[in-house]
């Protein structure tokens, strides 16, 4: 299971040549057909600074005696000191739209949008003050040039178009001379899609997921309240593909299309199997960002296969546990220097909430390492365990006849006729992604220890189980109707509540909807197989009306009710039997009641 790779020969021409079949055979998907925004800039610029810095983007800009050297349809300047001479004399003869701002003022100024988009105003004592209505008679900016100390956008990822150089130096100049490039059409990968019905943000009014929000480098992703829920947007123009909201979403509700995250997921366990059937042997796959990809030398080690991201923030537990399944003796994550500290953090936590899980599962941590830029040589050393037996050679295997073969297959196939790299074709629908991860879960179960208990993961983790409280408990099955995921069910004719943990991301909702607040909820993983299994959190026996049979409720919710509305004039006297009644006999009873008594329409 977690016994150290033995001390034998490795041959790494074999491993090499087992690597390229493996990688001829199954292609990287690619989103051919991938949906695109589009960004229209026409040259407005905004240019926010001191009166130094402004007038270097007017002499390094436009020039007076060439005009528009580098294509700018106007230059509006936000002065945040007092103007000099040289800068206003150089305004009114170039034509410059300039706005002095008091330092008062400086904090009353905002911005927000992207390139060809942008607005920026002032509060005022009547409202905003929109400065590209207000200069130059049109509705937005087009590119912004922040010259301040302290960015008016203090993102890590801050949009296309906006450009914060404080200091002045060789760096700043050749920004200046390159806002020419930045006029004219532009085109970029429309990166994620959203599932709403998937969601577990929000439902019934109450809140209840904000992983992804918390993630977002780019700020791209908001909670739009609605007029009873909120839902989750991402604004195409703002994501830069980070991918962090997808490995994060435990739901599927956000999945990445650059490529599909699910086909990243099938295609990894294909490439460990072609490598293995071709006789390589100690595996081991490092997630590496694309761009930086060249930098790396996976020729050096024949047993590193590489996966090249997009972004590293695409890939998560999903995929580094299920490269450990299908046999792969280690896992590495390829940091990069310039990675955002929202998605080093984000990846941070997933490692640790797969850490956590292989030690639940009986496995070692060990095999899920992080490397940071300067231990790339170490990250293409000879792995320090084996590779676990039997192996997961596919997901739809382990769906419909368990994870305890290992035999060749030539293609990975999963439900509903995807073959491969393709895409889904008509049939079954295919396992989401809670339902892969729980296979690779139950796969790695099988192949170490558990121990019934349930084991500490970090805050947040999307693992864990609820405990009800039977005597709040109505079952009213309100926490029915909230769950986003499933793993709360009804018992259909009998009252009762049951529970799947395997399911459960806790969101929260049940507990937030809950009117008796009789749910709690109980974070961890819990190591035994109870937890793909249905349990009971809570029954009743049911009560029949007593006109009809039927049942209709269980007995303690009507005992509830009756308590509640001993004293009320309708339920008073003989119409009390009411409350035993299902509602199509209460209404007969009470028009039968009015036919026959016109009178005791005075009741109503």
Known sequence: MNQKIATVPVDTEVNRQARERALGAVSWPLNLVAATVGYQSHGHLLAIGDSASLLEVLERARGLEQGLEQGLASITLVVTDVPDDALLQRAEAADVQLQPLLASQLGRLHLEGYLGHFSAWLDGHEGPIELARALLGREHHDLVLDLTPTPRLPLELPPPGYFHAPVAGEARTTLIDGLGDYIGEFEKPRYFEVHADRCAHSTRGFGGCTRCLEVCPADAIKSVPGRIDARIEIDPYLCQGVGSCTSACPTGAIEFRQPHSLRQQDTLLAWLDHYHAAGGQSAVLRFVQADHAQHLQPDAAGHVIDVALEDLGSAGVDHWLSAIAAGACEVRIQAYSDMPDRLVAHLEDQLTQG??????????????????????????????????????????????????????????????????????????????????????????????????????????????????????????????????????????????????????????????????????????????????????????????????????????????????LANHAYFSGDQARRLEMCQDCRVKDVWHEMATNPEAQLKL
């Open 355 to 564: 850490r956590a899980i292989l030690e639940a599962l009986g496995q070692d941590p060990g095999r899920l390492q992080w490397f940071s830029d300067e231990e790339q040589e170490s990250s293409l050393a000879l792995p320090r365990h084996a590779g676990l037996t039997p192996r997961l050679r596919s997901l739809e295997q382990a769906q419909a006849f368990g994870s305890d073969k290992d035999t060749p297959s030539a293609t990975v196939q999963m439900a509903g006729g995807r073959t491969g790299n393709t895409g889904a074709t008509d049939g079954a629908e295919a396992p989401g992604k809670r339902e892969r991860l729980n296979l690779v879960l139950d796969h790695l179960a099988t192949t170490g220890h558990v121990d019934g208990e349930r084991h500490p993961m970090p805050p947040g983790s999307p693992f864990g189980g609820i405990e009800v409280n039977a005597d709040a408990c109505t079952l009213c099955m309100g926490c029915v109707a909230s769950c986003p995921t499933g793993a709360l069910g009804a018992g259909g004719d009998t009252p009762r509540l049951d529970f799947r943990e395997a399911d459960c991301v806790q969101c929260g909702l049940c507990s937030k909807s809950c009117p008796e607040s009789a749910i709690r909820l109980s974070p961890g993983f819990l190591a035994s197989a109870e937890r793909s299994q249905w349990r009971v959190c809570h029954e009743d026996a049911p009560f029949h009306c007593i006109v009809c049979g039927s049942a209709f409720a269980n007995a303690r919710t009507i005992a509830a009710i009756q308590q509640k």
